[in-house]
């Protein structure tokens, strides 16, 4: 753990692609090796500056994929507890992963995920905080792009594509369809993103598009596959003046890659019980004599309470026997629906592939919905239904599976 002390500055971008850092203003780095020579890489970069440098890494290696699916709307544990049978990546914490928002579509949700298939984010954060160079958060290359654009269409689509010589990737989000985001590596990656931006421009000539290149060369390469004639919807934009605009990446955002940073640490209890102990010093010889007035004021006070409790002890006892036959009806049913024994049933641990998203409960009758895996066994709901109402419980309930997953169990409480 590494604390640092200077004043705050606003966080510097960087951006690692492939086997290479980029940083505002700079030509690309050396070659990447490994995680060790990527921190020291990069620590070389900022030799010069006052230490710490707080970082937003926009991180892209080749081993981070992102993939288009369908996910019911919920908090980052849900999602895990969704995708992970699929995508393993999401169930182990040294992989890092994030998700674009949650965006209705149809009868069920899409969304984007972005993990790692080889965890490097987190030893390489850590890496980078012992060389002096905090790094305040961590994003896919996607999100940064799907964030860029300085004005947005009435309709809201987009099309991102950013370039360099042997890789490229593309977010893109039309008015009409759900988003994507494309990734291409190798020699043929620029012949790839050529194609299929020219299909794209074919097919919707007055679709904003910004292109971003990391160089003059590949720029060229890439308007060899658009062809001649104006474009006011086309905005090129080199690599470097992308990192250092302004974007805005707020740390809730869910596709953050590193985990949020807990809101008690270590050390900012160590401050806290520094000052608590230098007050308290201060404040003790001043309080000495008014605290032994305030002990003897205590005491007397404590006495005419301890008579007050006494009374009230006795009434208490009697009702505690009236208390405990009132919950035993509760608890039975014979007070109305037996919620209690309902919500026991529930709470049994499901499957893994089985998520419940709400419960509603009338006079008599009650509602559960849900999720299940895709990849859960067939006659998996079932048998969670005959394990919260098995036969002689005192309701009844129908499933009622949906496309996509989702799923509603509809009961009745029995008389």
């Known amino acids: 753990m590494f604390m640092f002390t200077s004043r705050p500055s606003d966080p510097r971008t960087v951006l690692l692609w492939g086997e290479r850092w980029w940083l505002p203003d700079r030509g690309p780095s050396a070659s990447i090796q490994n995680v060790a020579h990527a921190a020291e890489l990069l620590a070389?970069?900022?030799?010069?500056?006052?230490?710490?440098?707080?970082?937003?890494?926009?991180?892209?290696?080749?081993t981070l994929e992102s993939v288009a699916?369908?996910?019911?709307?919920?908090?980052?544990?849900?999602?895990?507890?969704?995708?992970?049978?699929?995508?393993?990546?999401?169930?182990?914490?040294?992989?890092?992963?994030?998700?674009?928002?949650?965006?209705?579509?149809?009868?069920?949700?899409?969304?984007?995920i972005h993990f790692e298939t080889e965890p490097q984010l987190l030893d390489l954060a850590t890496?980078?905080?012992?060389?002096?160079?905090?790094?305040?958060?961590?994003?896919?290359?996607?999100?940064?792009l799907h964030a860029l654009p300085d004005e947005w269409t009435d309709s809201g689509a987009l099309t991102v594509v950013a370039a360099q010589a042997g890789r490229a990737v593309v977010y893109r989000h039309p008015a009409d369809a759900t988003r994507t985001v494309h990734s291409w590596h190798g020699d043929s990656a620029l012949t790839d993103v050529g194609q299929w931006l020219a299909a794209i421009l074919a097919e919707s000539p007055e679709e904003p598009v910004l292109v971003i290149c990391s160089d003059a060369e590949v720029s060229e390469?890439?308007?060899?596959?658009?062809?001649?004639?104006?474009?006011?919807?086309?905005?090129?934009?080199?690599?470097?003046?992308?990192?250092?605009?302004?974007?805005?990446?707020?740390?809730?955002?869910?596709?953050?890659?590193?985990?949020r940073p807990p809101t008690v640490t270590v050390q900012r209890l160590a401050v806290a019980a520094s000052i608590a102990l230098l007050c308290a010093a201060g404040w003790a010889?001043?309080?000495?004599?008014?605290?032994?007035?305030?002990?003897?004021?205590?005491?007397?006070?404590?006495?005419?309470?301890?008579?007050?409790?006494?009374?009230?002890?006795a009434h208490l006892r009697q009702n505690a026997a009236e208390i405990t036959s009132l919950r035993s009806l509760v608890e039975s049913g014979a007070g109305g629906a037996p919620c209690g024994a309902l919500l026991r049933a529930l709470s049994i641990q499901p499957p893994a592939e089985v998520v419940l998203t709400s419960l509603r409960i009338a006079r008599k009758d009650f509602e559960v919905s849900g999720w299940v895996a895709l990849t859960a066994p067939a006659g998996l709901l079932e048998r969670w239904r005959q394990a919260i109402a098995p036969a002689g419980s005192s309701w009844t309930v129908s499933l009622h599976p949906s496309p996509g997953g989702a799923f509603t169990a509809s009961g009745k409480f029995v008389p």
């Not at 969704?82 to 890092?96: K, N, T």
């Not at 012992?130 to 290359?141: C, F, K």
Request: negative net charge.
């Open 285 to 313: 010889g001043f309080t000495q004599g008014r605290d032994w007035l305030a002990v003897r004021t205590e005491l007397d006070g404590r006495q005419a309470r301890l008579g007050t409790l006494r009374a009230e002890a």
């Open 127 to 144: 890496r980078l905080a012992r060389l002096g160079l905090a790094v305040d958060s961590a994003w896919p290359l996607a999100t940064f």
């Open 44 to 62: 070389a970069l900022f030799a010069e500056e006052p230490k710490p440098v707080r970082l937003r890494l926009i991180y892209q290696p080749d």
């Open 221 to 259: 390469a890439l308007a060899s596959f658009i062809g001649e004639g104006e474009r006011p919807n086309l905005e090129n934009l080199r690599l470097d003046e992308a990192i250092d605009r302004r974007v805005t990446l707020p740390h809730y955002h869910p596709a953050q890659l590193l985990p």
């Open 69 to 112: 699916v369908a996910c019911p709307q919920g908090t980052r544990p849900v999602v895990a507890a969704c995708l992970a049978a699929e995508y393993p990546a999401m169930a182990h914490p040294d992989h890092a992963w994030g998700h674009e928002p949650i965006l209705p579509a149809g009868d069920g949700f899409t969304t984007i």
